[in-house]
Nanobody, 129 residues
Framework: QVHLMESGGGSVQAGGSLRLACVAS????????MAWFRQAPGKEREGVAA???????????DPVKGRFTISGDFGEGGKNTVYLQMSSLKPEDTAMYYC???????????????????WGQGTQVTVSS
């Protein structure tokens, strides 16, 4: 069993910043790829960013590159936590943001949502103009 808990969503004005966090617990000892996806109403779920616990690789999707950064804390005693720092937010960033894990390497990015087997409940991000 793997459990993911997201936090940090909220409402901000355009140009503002938010930091999302996702803590993974349970059978999460293997090398893993932890990612953030988002889904706006009426749109498909899209990958935002991912990080690999084994080699520390970090991937960011083009629509948010230069504005969003991802980082992970997987070290000894770490909490298997991944962060998404979002800056210069735009109204089009408004969506439900989900944390996801697959218990293998990221390899590359973007990756489809269907290969991630574990998901959090999501945290809402709303950006007003």
């Amino acid at each position: 069993q793997v459990h993911l808990m997201e936090s940090g969503g909220g409402s901000v004005q355009a140009g503002g910043s938010l930091r999302l966090a996702c803590v993974a617990s349970g059978d999460i000892y293997a090398r893993k790829c932890m990612a953030w996806f988002r889904q706006a109403p009426g749109k498909e779920r899209e990958g935002v960013a991912a990080t690999d616990s084994g080699d520390g690789s970090e991937y960011v999707s083009d629509p948010v590159k230069g504005r969003f950064t991802i980082s992970g804390d997987f070290g000894e005693g770490g909490k298997n936590t991944v962060y998404l720092q979002m800056s210069s937010l735009k109204p089009e960033d408004t969506a439900m943001y989900y944390c996801a894990v697959k218990l293998s390497r990221c390899m590359n990015w973007p990756l489809g949502a269907d290969i991630f087997g574990h998901w959090g409940q999501g945290t809402q991000v709303t950006v007003s103009s």
